[in-house]
């Protein structure tokens, strides 16, 4: 209960800090966006995840027990990710890892993890392998 509200209130602070940073900076407007309105949005996101984060902690009187090893094994298989993401590509190295992640956070069966990261995987390929560069102008954001 503790940590959670201390994070709560940490991250709380950090997003409010981020907005009133983004404010020194041009916010402009959604149709002709400023250097400050992507940090103002995600500092909002993350006022509400705090938010949420602090009823979460408030309600809880329960230690909750630790998940190190889950936790440990996410952050190996994304430094495997990180380097096996250019010598297999996107579409595999994403699969892979969302398949490993999926069986590995909810001991679900492996035909399950492996639709779900077809699915994922498709998804994420469909957004920002197609559409993109169908719908944005060349040259947008270096792509």
């Known amino acids: 209960m503790r ?10 602070g950090f ?3 981020v907005m009133w940073e983004s404010f020194r900076l041009e916010l ?3 149709s002709r966006p400023g250097s400050g309105l ?3 949005g995600m500092g ?12 979460k902690g408030w309600g809880s009187r329960e230690p909750k027990k630790g998940h190190t090893r889950k936790a440990i094994l996410v952050l190996f298989f994304l430094l495997v990710y990180c ?3 250019e010598p297999l590509g996107f579409i595999i190295a994403c ?11 909810k001991s679900r069966p ?27 102008p060349r040259g947008f954001l270096g792509i």
Do not use: D, K, Q
């Open 44 to 55: 909002i996101i993350l006022v509400g995840l705090s938010v949420a984060l602090l009823c």
């Open 38 to 40: 992507f940090p103002f």
């Open 110 to 136: 492996w035909w399950t993890a492996i639709i779900m990261s077809l699915g994922v995987t498709f998804l994420a390929y469909l957004i920002f392998g197609v559409l993109l560069h169908v719908y944005l």
């Open 3 to 12: 940590n959670e509200l201390r994070a709560g209130i940490f991250f709380l």
């Open 15 to 17: 997003a409010l800090f």
């Open 28 to 30: 402009g407007t959604f």
């Open 95 to 105: 699969f892979l890892l969302l398949a490993i992640l999926f069986r590995l956070t």
């Open 83 to 85: 380097i096996f993401l």
